[in-house]
């Protein structure tokens, strides 16, 4: 079956423009989670949803940064003002039901993000 | 507090060699912990992950892991590299008290020589 997608795969913006980053995940999967990777660096963790509700938030880097996620399928991660420090790779991962500590993220291909 | 360490930005081994990643996490209770690959221009996959059910992992690709409390660690291992093993991998730990978080270590590249 499909995987998880994410639009655009690659998306060029000018310093103070906002942007959407759209995630697909695997159909049927209540959990999605949205990363960010820089470039020579780790994941870092952004935001986590179950069904439509995120838990915890704590994750976003500034208050420019906010996500959203309908119907317990698509999400946006929305980035105001854009800033050079968010240039980076988005990534979108979604997990089945069931306890998400022990549940394997099935990862999108990410969207890169360079902000001039 | 949780973390990850991954003790090696990088590892380079000859094909057919032992390999050893190492990870050591921190966490106040028994953590869900996982090992993924991310090869070039491909997305990550997981490689294999402890939920307490026994403390050695086996995976795909011949790769295992084996959770030690008492030294906190993490570590991958394959007892022969292949060519195609050369990629970065990261350990990861989860957190489900108090809010869910995805911890990432920091990543380490295998390199594969002929």
């Known amino acids: 079956g499909a995987g998880v997608s994410q639009s655009p795969s690659n998306k060029v913006t000018e310093k103070g423009k906002d942007v959407e980053l759209r995630c697909d995940p695997i159909s049927g999967h209540t959990a999605l989670y949205w990363y960010r990777q820089s470039l020579g660096q780790g994941l870092e963790f952004l935001i986590y949803f179950q069904g439509n509700s995120a838990p915890d938030k704590s994750g976003l880097p500034s208050d420019r940064f906010s996500a959203e996620r309908t119907g317990g399928s698509v999400s946006t991660l929305t980035i105001q003002r854009t800033q050079q420090e968010d240039s980076a790779v988005y990534l979108c991962a979604s997990s089945p039901p069931g306890l998400n500590n022990y549940n394997e993220q099935f990862f999108g291909p990410g969207t890169r993000l360079t902000v001039l | 507090a949780q973390s990850v360490t991954q003790l090696d930005s990088h590892v380079s081994v000859s094909e057919g060699t032992p390999v050893l990643l190492r990870c050591n996490y921190s966490?106040?209770?028994?953590?869900?912990l996982f090992w993924y690959v991310q090869h070039p221009n491909k997305g990550l996959q997981l490689l294999l992950k402890?939920?307490?059910?026994?403390?050695l992992v086996k995976g795909i690709n011949g790769f295992e892991a084996e959770f030690k409390k008492s030294e906190t660690s993490f570590h991958l291992t394959k007892p022969s590299a292949h060519m195609s093993d050369a990629a970065e991998y990261f350990c990861?730990?989860?957190?489900?008290?108090?809010?869910?978080?995805?911890?990432f270590g920091a990543g380490t590249r295998l390199f594969v020589k002929a």
């Open positions: 402890y939920t307490s059910a026994a403390t």
């Open positions: 990861v730990v989860t957190k489900n008290t108090g809010g869910f978080k995805t911890i």
């Open positions: 966490s106040s209770y028994s953590p869900s």
